[in-house]
């Protein structure tokens, strides 16, 4: 069982940035591929990035790719979303979700509670 809390959300303007952390509860954080989505009021949640289980491979949406940066301490169990040149469309509630790493690729299984990002024009 693994438990994630999401934190670092809040209000900023467009242009600004802002870094999301998620922790992981668990002594097998190293052995987990991670990944954050996020949902808008009225959206289905959407993809925006993961990384694999030793941080050595990453992958992002086209909409935030050049601007946001996964990364992964698993020193720490964290995973971390650095959000640049944030834009008001990417204003969502944002989760962290992991899976065990396998060759064959599984749906995420265990997912945060979300944090909340908001940007003004």
């Known amino acids: 069982q693994v438990q994630l809390v999401e934190s670092g959300g809040g209000l900023v303007q467009a242009g600004d940035s802002l870094r999301l952390s998620c922790a992981a509860s668990g002594r097998t954080f190293n052995t987990y591929d991670m990944g954050w989505f996020r949902q808008a009021p009225g959206k289905e949640r959407e993809f925006v990035a993961r990384?694999?289980?030793?941080?050595?491979?990453?992958y992002y949406a086209d909409s935030v790719k050049g601007r946001f940066t996964i990364s992964k301490d698993n020193a720490k169990n964290t995973v971390y979303l650095q959000m640049n040149s944030l834009k008001p469309e990417d204003t969502a509630v944002y989760y962290c979700?992991?899976?065990?790493?396998?060759?064959?690729?599984?749906?995420?299984?265990?997912w945060g509670q979300g944090t909340q990002v908001t940007v003004s024009s």
């Open positions: 979700a992991a899976r065990m790493h396998a060759v064959v690729v599984t749906p995420y299984k265990y």
């Open positions: 990384i694999n289980w030793n941080g050595g491979n990453t």
